[in-house]
């Protein structure tokens, strides 16, 4: 049975060499995973951390050959998620209580910045909708 908790918990881990070196995306409820593990992860693997963040999701949308609107919205929802965490990490974004990404912590090591923050799902599906590219049933909910 499907639990109510619809909020996400993103952990990401921005290397030395200003890349994403890993993500995950996961249910705070549960622990389930959005999506397949680390969707998005060979997209990232080509950009820095300022073209994840200057990407938008009609070029993101580009690099896949999406099968269908459920698997054009877990894209979405991970890239917007994604992004969100990228823009905390270069200071662009303060992620606060009220914002659709939360930060919960942010530590640093050799290995690079950790961020573990709360996704907001009521404001990454108007990310979405407001994209105008995707997902024609959700957009007319």
Not at 21 to 41: A, D, P
């Amino acid at each position: 049975m499907p639990c109510n908790d619809i909020t996400d918990q993103l952990r990401l881990r921005l290397g030395n060499s200003n890349k994403v070196e890993r993500y995950e995306l996961t249910k705070v409820s549960c622990g389930g995973r959005i999506g397949k593990q680390n969707m998005i992860q060979d997209w990232l693997d080509d950009l820095d951390a300022e073209q994840v963040l200057n990407a938008t999701p009609q070029e993101f949308l580009g690099s896949f050959s999406v099968e269908d609107e459920l698997e054009e919205y877990l894209l979405l929802k991970q890239f917007f998620s994604v992004r969100a965490g990228v823009a905390i990490l270069l200071g662009r974004e303060a992620g606060g209580p009220n914002d659709f990404c939360t930060v919960e912590t942010i530590n640093h090591s050799e290995r690079g910045t950790v961020l573990r923050a709360y996704i907001r799902i009521d404001t990454i599906t108007d990310e979405i909708k407001a994209c105008g590219n995707c997902c024609t049933n959700i957009a007319s909910d």
